[in-house]
């Protein structure tokens, strides 16, 4: 599904936000700004859609957008000049850890932040974009940030473009790239070539050593990998086989038939 296409709204408003960082305006005034940036070029009402300074049990968070009377993004806003922290996000995250909030932004109008949650194991949360309204960068912005218009998140936009990101980053690929399958594919394929039969782990070490420290950092240590055999369902027993009343019908019973 193509993203809507949002860079004609967009570069009109960039200056509102620019200004906003060259005049030092204070977090509440840069707040007031980003509540027009989310109705005029992202589509929300700012009645029905937009809420400020959401509370729950003294955790604050300072934009909540809804659609269908649902929290979909929590936003947590930083004064126009001040530079984004991952830390920045932590009351935001522990208000989302609370009603079970997937995302939350971080944004001071210029920069954008977005951040995907998970609970399975405490609160974890990882970048899912981050991008820059600076001069020159806003063609790039458009895209990511079209994510969050109204239609794409009330479409699942937002949650396709997280599963395909998750599928090709280093963890997803490495996963696949280390399954005692995939080397051996890549051990017959280098016996094709050289004539040299590699063994399994020295194959995946060199793939491993081939990799960046970051792509390492997310796989882990070197470890050949086994899919596990899945029991096959038993069959149900086979009935005897039925008489053919039709072939009885047309000859009798065999005690019938004519002497020859």
Known sequence: MMPLDIRKPLKKFIPILTDARDEGLNEADTVQRLIHFFDKVLGYDPIRDISREAELKGKYVDISIKIDGRVRLLVEAKAAGVRLRDKHIDQAQSYASRNNFRWVLLTNGIDWNLYHLTFDEGIEYERAFSVSLDEGQSEAAAERLSLLHKRSLGKGQLDEYWDKTTALGEASIGRALFQESTLLLLRREIRRDTGILIDREDLARALHD???????????????????KTARPKLPASKPAEPDTDLQYLHGPTSELPES
Do not use: D, F, T, W
């Open 210 to 228: 081939m990799l960046s420290s970051q792509a390492r950092e997310q796989i882990g240590p070197v470890k050949v990998r086994r899919r596990r």
